[in-house]
Each structure stands twice: as structure tokens, then as C-alpha cells.
């Protein structure tokens, strides 16, 4: 024997929503079986049909969705039922609509029935249908609003296939051929791959946009400040908005030094910044001229590589 449980929330509030195709799917199975799913047992409606040869038990848990696990497991201990023989089928907002993912097991993936039926049956190796329920949603909607609305067109027209396909792979599912059934089926891809990437693309023209503009990324800055602690950039970092001020030539004495040299001839008394400096934080000139320049030795040499004020 084995069990096919469709997951979702009970009473007409939730009759049709996304969040309901489990349920969709059983009924749907009931009827091609001429069955109604009407009984009363394990906290859920059911049926008992057979299905190749085989006697399920269809179910539609009415613990609402965070508490599925709790009938599952009542109809798995009372039939002695293992966990590889108990088919659930759910929806995932993760695939576009009609799609279709079949595995024989596999982590809850959010979903919180799922994870109410892992917690319960002490193990993830059953076997799962996903039905693709995801589509465009408006930037503003909830995801809460959004797995409670209802299908619309188009989306109507590919879930109808797809629940016909659902049914097809419980049938092989039942007579032990599930690998068969993923084979045909199980056809899913993960919905709008292609727009992230798009999205990936227009943020690296973005990126490159800001380097033309003379602006900084995070990313780039890290980098910067990664290679200048391995003696190979400035550590002084690049005033925001402005490019990287570059290093200067630890072999080449700084162009203000020169050019004091050459008025004065007196290359020994050359001090930057003369009678006019003071420094940023408001020195004298005496106390500024005392102290050494970023990153500059004594003798005008600058070994680290930093930037020269």
C-alpha cells in the first residue's frame, strides 16, 4: 500500500489558491479514478483507490499547511507505511507555473508543510512532486498575498497541463516506476534564471558607469586596500568621487622637493610645505616640520610605497 498526499489549506477561503495545487492535484486524481475524496480519517479527507495494481490511499491534510506532518504520520504508522512509499505533491514558488520537479528526496527547501512532514516522519527520503506556482508577482505584493491568489490566464491553461501531468506521474509512481515518471515529467527549470542574469549584467555596466564617473565601488576599494597592505598600492585611501591617487616612485624624490631645489639651489634645507604649511589637523609650522612625511623616511626616501601628501 502506499500514500498520496496533496498539501494545502482547508475550507473555501484557500479553494483554487496557489498554495493549494496539492489539494488541486488529488482531486484531480480522485476523479480520473471515479472516487470521491469524502472520508473522514488522520485529520484529512480521503479516498482509496488503486492505482497500477496498487491500493493508496489519497489524502488532503486538514491541519492546515505548518502542520501537515501531524496526519501523514497518523496514516504511516496506522497502515505500517515506510516513508519511500508516501508521495507528497506541493507547490514550489520557485519554479514557473505548469512546471514540474519530481525527486525522490530532498530537504523541505523552505516549504514549511514539508517541513512539518520531514519532522514527523524522522526522514527527508520520500519521494515529492513540486508544481511550478511562480510567475511575475508585483514588486509590492507580499509573498504571504501572493501564494493565496489565484491563477489567471495563461497561468490557468499551463497549471491545468501540469496538473494532468502530476497525475500521470502518481500512476507510475504507484506501480514503483518513478524514475520513470521523473524522466518524463520532471522538466522544471528554476524560474526567471534568465532575468538574474540580466540583472547581474546591467550591475556590472552600472559598475563600470561609476568608474568612468570617477567613483569608487566597495569592491574595488577593498581590493585596493588588499594589495596596498601587500606594499603594491597606496593605503591612503582616494577622496570619494575621486580616482585612486597614485603611489609614488619610491626611487624618484617628490616633484614639490624638486622644484624647491631648483629655485633655491639649497637641496639640504628644502622642507615641504615651507613658511605657508600646516596640516590638516591645524600644526604649527614648527610642529610640522618636525614630524617625518607619511610614509617617508628621514633622507626623502619613501620605502612603503604610500602616498606622498
Not at 496526519?71 to 506541493?90: C, G, N, Q, T
Not at 515529492?128 to 489567471?152: E, N, T
Not at 514503483?176 to 522544471?188: F, H, I, T
Not at 597614485?246 to 626611487?251: H, Q, S, V
Request: charged content about 30%; aromatic content about 4%.
Amino acid at each position: 500500500m502506499k500514500i498520496i498526499a496533496g498539501l494545502g489549506n482547508p475550507t473555501d477561503k484557500y479553494k483554487g489558491t496557489r498554495h493549494n495545487i496539492g489539494f488541486m492535484a488529488i482531486d484531480r486524481l480522485a476523479k480520473d479514478q471515479n472516487v470521491s475524496v469524502n472520508n473522514h480519517k488522520f485529520k484529512a479527507m480521503t479516498a482509496s483507490c488503486f492505482l497500477g495494481g496498487q491500493k493508496v490511499l489519497l489524502m488532503k491534510p486538514l491541519t492546515f499547511m505548518n502542520l501537515s506532518g501531524e496526519s501523514i504520520r497518523m496514516a504511516a504508522d496506522f497502515f505500517k507505511i515506510d516513508p519511500e512509499d508516501v508521495l507528497i505533491i506541493y507547490d514550489d514558488i520557485s519554479l514557473e507555473p505548469g512546471m514540474l520537479r519530481i525527486r525522490k528526496k530532498g530537504s523541505a527547501g523552505g516549504h514549511n508543510g514539508m517541513k512539518s512532514i520531514i519532522n514527523h516522519l524522522g526522514s527527508d527520503a520520500f519521494p515529492r512532486i513540486r508544481v511550478g506556482i511562480g510567475g511575475d508577482r508585483h514588486p509590492d505584493m507580499d509573498l504571504a498575498d501572493y501564494v493565496l491568489s489565484r491563477f489567471q490566464g495563461e497561468e490557468a491553461e499551463a497549471i491545468d497541463q501540469a496538473l494532468d501531468k502530476a497525475v500521470k506521474a502518481a500512476e507510475l509512481f504507484a506501480s514503483d516506476q518513478l524514475d520513470e515518471a521523473m524522466n518524463l515529467y520532471s522538466v522544471g527549470k528554476k524560474k526567471r534564471g534568465g532575468k538574474k542574469k540580466k540583472r547581474q549584467a546591467a550591475g556590472d555596466q552600472e559598475v563600470e558607469k561609476n568608474n568612468v564617473d570617477g567613483q569608487e565601488t566597495d569592491k574595488q576599494q577593498a581590493k585596493r586596500q588588499k594589495t596596498a597592505d601587500q606594499g603594491k598600492m597606496p593605503v591612503q585611501a582616494a577622496d570619494s568621487g575621486k580616482m585612486p591617487v597614485r603611489a609614488a616612485d619610491p626611487g624618484k624624490k617628490p616633484a614639490w622637493e624638486a622644484d624647491n631645489k631648483e629655485k633655491s639651489g639649497q637641496a639640504a634645507n628644502v622642507k615641504a610645505g615651507s613658511e605657508q604649511a600646516v596640516d590638516v589637523e591645524g600644526k604649527s609650522d614648527q610642529a610640522a616640520d618636525k614630524e617625518e612625511k607619511p610614509g617617508q623616511a628621514q633622507d626623502g626616501s619613501n620605502p612603503a610605497g604610500e602616498v606622498i601628501p
